[in-house]
């Protein structure tokens, strides 16, 4: 029985060596989690046999377990690397609906705009209400960050303009748009239409009739959008008044400026003057308020320490996506291994309990960081030459007793 019990020790450093050597090779893994091997003796022995005389019969494997301390974080410039500081796991669902655990945090953008890891698997992660809390009553899905605001677009409605236009001004020519000399001042600014386009709404103002000491002057407002002529039908029915007429008082106060131009946008849009002035000073615009905005186009994302995901537009707006969630288990050690550094559950390691980062039992996301292997390669290379050891000397015990067999055997002889 020796040589068996000898053997049992050559296969037990066998596969010591084996996992040492799995954990250098994954020592730059990103999410690795180095493994060890747990060993039992063997020993029988029948009821009438002296426990005092009964000898072993060698070595048995009995776990290879997953080691999950925590790696050293490493930064990086992409938001989308992500790294855990503490328990749990990034859940992902692969392409057949499988649920899947990793600690590696390497994602990009798939070409539907998802969160997905090398492996095409997609993060999960929940709804979010407009303050940015999660909603756990509804099922987990993949994150999606959109390229551009949908639903985001708002037609322009009110213009706010305070102006000054110089009581001194001349009455030009009959207003021709091609011709600067016809009017006496413009502005000019950015409109959104109702499907959010992005228009230019060009207002001119050509004196009509200058002050004559007892009333102010009556100036014609000429309305253009994109360089045409503005049309369209007022609130009250009929065609919009274009030119508009701005009037003053003898101490230059608005008594006729907010006004009706109709649906050109395909809703009302309402101009309104009342706050500007006909002064003896020149030409200036004091104040200038548009509403409505048009779809933005992405320019970045945040991702904070509970996993809120943020993205922001170019046209301004902010938009909670979703709440990236974590996943822990009873017995993280009973996970069983798939390999890209993903895990499953099985029946030992109890089914996943899904939460939000940093509440209890859970750590937090780092975005822009990734968590290295946690293996120590010092520590292996001492690992490997104590199995080297074992190993030989096993070796040693089975050339022992082959020497002793021999011998028994040149007896006969």
């Known amino acids: 029985m020796s040589f068996y019990t000898a053997l049992t020790g050559l296969n037990a450093a066998s596969k010591e060596l084996s996992v040492t050597a799995n954990n250098i090779a994954n020592s730059s893994t990103t999410g690795f989690k180095k493994s060890t091997v747990s060993f039992g003796d063997i020993f029988a022995s029948s009821p009438l046999q002296q426990s005092s005389t009964a000898v072993g019969q060698g070595v048995a494997i009995k776990d290879v377990n997953q080691q999950f301390t925590q790696g050293f974080i490493e930064f990086s410039s992409n938001v989308l690397d992500l790294a855990i500081t503490g328990d749990g796991f ?7 609906g499988a649920d899947v655990y990793t600690r590696s945090g390497i994602f990009m953008l798939d070409q539907q705009n998802r969160v997905v890891n090398d492996a095409g698997q997609l993060l999960q992660a929940v709804p979010v209400d407009s303050a940015g809390r999660a909603d756990f009553s509804r099922a987990t899905g993949s994150l999606t960050i959109p390229p551009m605001t949908s639903g985001q677009a708002a037609i322009t409605s009110n213009v706010d303009l305070a102006i000054n236009l110089p009581s001194t001004a001349n009455v030009p020519a009959a207003f021709n748009i091609n011709d600067p000399n016809t ?19 060009s207002l001119y103002y050509r004196l009509d009739q200058a002050p004559n000491g007892v009333d102010g ?3 014609e407002v000429h309305a253009y959008l994109d360089g045409e002529p503005l049309t369209g039908t007022a609130a009250g029915g009929g065609a919009v008044a274009n030119p508009a007429t701005l009037t003053f008082d003898n101490a230059g106060a608005v ?20 706050a500007s002035s006909e002064l003896d000073a020149p030409f200036d615009l004091v104040s200038q308020s548009v509403d409505g905005q048009g779809e933005g186009e992405l320019l970045g994302l945040d991702i904070n320490d509970q996993g809120l995901v943020s993205a922001s537009y170019s046209n301004g707006t902010q938009v909670a996506l979703g709440k990236i969630v974590l996943a822990n288990f009873d017995v993280p050690t009973n996970l069983r291994q798939l390999g890209d550094s993903t895990f499953v559950a099985t029946a030992d390691s109890g089914d996943a309990r899904i939460a939000e980062a940093g509440s209890s039992g859970f750590g937090t996301i780092r975005a822009g960081a990734l968590e290295r292997s946690n293996v120590d390669l010092t520590e292996e290379l001492v690992s490997m030459i104590n199995s080297q050891r074992k190993f030989q000397a096993n070796a040693k015990a089975i050339e022992t007793n082959s020497t002793l067999a021999q011998t028994i055997i040149n007896l006969r002889s």
């Open 255 to 274: 008594t006729s400026g907010a006004f009706d131009f109709g649906d050109a946008l395909g809703g009302a849009l309402n101009v309104d003057l009342t």
């Open 90 to 96: 990034f859940p992902l669902r692969t392409s057949d």
């Open 217 to 219: 002057g009556i100036w």
């Open 183 to 201: 009017f006496n001042e413009s502005t000019s600014m950015r409109v959104f239409d109702d499907a959010g386009n992005e228009r230019t709404l």
